[in-house]
């Protein structure tokens, strides 16, 4: 099974700021990686796929890079509504599976 | 709109099983594969299943197979997860989503509000 590792798995930050969290894979997944953002009590939104195409509706401060092993997930400007947890995922291959989340919170 | 409800969660003891259902509204259900995802009480996301639109392929999480079987009918814009011997770490909110695909890659688009799965005596 291939394993997602983000980093960091918690991060302090302001509104303003750039913040970017790096999706890892244990081999090679091409492109096919998502990130997803979670906030408490809601069930996960799409953000981005195929690694760095958004999602229709999604902010443009929200950007997606990578292929192969390593991915990064920015958000250009942070806005108050984006302090959540965000998810990468792999679709490269079954069992598809879930880095285990970043935590954004606020400074 | 694109809607999906999950029903059938509830209390069950270990060993025992239970049926979720998911049904889907806004969309053309028979040409989506559907998921299912589920997430532990402070816990991460986790990959439960997945079906081909048509039923013709499933495959599952290593946690969960041959315990757990996902199936769906198109005609009634439904799909399930057939649970059984659940144990206490199946406890979670199991969501159902759907699989988008295009240009050749594919996300979950849209997700429901998931149903919480407790299993304890």
């Known amino acids: 099974d291939i394993q997602l590792t983000q980093s960091p798995s918690s991060l302090s930050a302001s509104v303003g700021d750039r913040v970017t969290i790096t999706c890892r894979a244990s081999?090679?997944?091409?492109?096919?990686l998502a990130w997803y953002q979670q906030k408490p009590g809601k069930a996960p939104e799409l953000l981005i796929y195929?690694?760095?195409t958004l999602q229709s509706g999604v902010p443009s401060r929200f950007s997606g890079s990578g292929s192969g092993t390593e991915f990064t997930l920015t958000i250009s400007s942070l806005q108050a509504e984006d302090f959540a947890t965000y998810y990468c995922?792999?679709?490269?291959?079954?069992?598809?599976?879930f880095g285990q989340g970043t935590k954004l919170e606020i400074k | 709109q694109v809607q999906l409800v999950e029903s059938g969660g509830g209390v069950v003891q270990p060993g025992g099983s239970l049926r979720l259902s998911c049904v889907a509204s806004g969309f053309t259900f028979s040409r989506y594969g559907m998921h299912w995802v589920r997430q532990a009480p402070g816990e991460g996301l986790e990959w439960v299943a997945v079906i081909w639109y048509d039923g013709s392929k499933k495959y599952y999480g290593d946690s969960v197979k041959g315990r757990f079987t996902i199936s769906r009918d198109n005609s009634k814009n439904t799909l399930f997860l057939q649970m059984n011997s659940l144990r206490a770490e199946d406890t979670a909110v199991y969501y159902c989503?759907?699989?988008?695909?295009?240009?050749?890659?594919?996300?979950?688009?849209?997700w429901g509000q998931g149903t919480l799965v407790t299993v304890s005596s």
């Open positions: 081999q090679g997944i091409s492109s096919y």
């Open positions: 995922q792999q679709l490269n291959s079954y069992p598809q599976t």
């Open positions: 989503a759907r699989d988008e695909c295009s240009g050749g890659s594919c996300s979950l688009d849209y």
């Open positions: 195929a690694a760095s």
